[in-house]
């Protein structure tokens, strides 16, 4: 079964430098997504992506996050400049068809971000 | 602003028996998905079942059944014949029909007693 991929599953970075966690989503998914997991908390939504535009976004997603398709298979998340609270597990996503059609998130097995 | 609450953050099941997890939520809406997913240790997130807003009838996937209350906005899980392969945190999260944000709740953890 297809399944969405990510990498590197542990990035260890240092306050103030940048980051990128890589996603690979599966081939015919359209909607893709970024969602964050603080450790002992809940998942939260960052960013949803369609049609190489970002679609929702949520209040932590500020300026010093981004989101990129740079070719057909990759969708990746960058952190410009990290803070000790963006150490969490990051989790990529993808839909074929948007929620509303009820086609149901795919997620990947996440990227544990520790920032020291 | 829509919210998911799980009361508990903590259940415990004997092996073979039936657990029941507990989500409410809170929205105005009328059109809208539910759903639960299981995170195992290895932290991948699994979708277990999902639930239409505009159907009265309760899903079911084999041994998980949900109990949907749309007037309480009650939506609890139910598993049948638990196995140790159950254990993980669960997740229950709602999202409007015409949007792309789900809603998580803090989520429940389950250890399943042998």
């Known amino acids: 079964e297809p399944e969405v991929t990510q990498t590197p599953s542990h990035q260890v970075t240092q306050m103030g430098q940048e980051v990128i966690l890589r996603c690979v989503p599966i081939s015919n998914h359209l909607y893709f997504y970024w969602y964050r997991q603080i450790l002992g908390q809940k998942v939260e939504f960052l960013v949803s992506f369609y049609n190489n535009e970002i679609s929702e976004k949520s209040e932590i997603f500020d300026d010093q996050f981004s989101v990129e398709r740079p070719d057909g298979s990759n969708f990746t998340l960058k952190i410009r400049s990290t803070k000790l609270e963006d150490s969490a597990m990051y989790f990529c996503?993808?839909?074929?068809?948007?929620?509303?059609?009820?086609?149901?998130?795919?997620f990947g097995n996440g990227t544990r971000l520790t920032v020291t | 602003a829509q919210t998911v609450t799980q009361s508990q953050p903590e259940m415990s099941v004997q092996e073979a028996e039936t657990v029941t997890l507990s989500c409410t939520y809170d929205?105005?809406?009328?059109?809208?998905?539910l759903f639960w997913y299981k995170q195992p240790p290895s932290r991948q997130m699994i979708l277990v079942i999902r639930q239409e807003a505009y159907k009265q009838q309760n899903a079911t996937e084999n041994r998980f059944s949900v109990n949907f209350q749309k007037a309480a906005k009650s939506f609890s899980l139910k598993i049948s014949d638990s196995q140790l392969g159950d254990a993980a945190m669960y997740f229950c999260?709602?999202?409007?029909?015409?949007?792309?944000?789900?809603?998580f709740g803090t989520g429940t953890s389950l250890t399943v007693i042998p």
């Open positions: 929205t105005s809406e009328s059109d809208y998905y």
């Open positions: 996503a993808s839909s074929e068809e948007g929620p509303s059609r009820r086609s149901p998130l795919h």
């Open positions: 999260a709602y999202i409007r029909r015409g949007t792309n944000q789900f809603y």
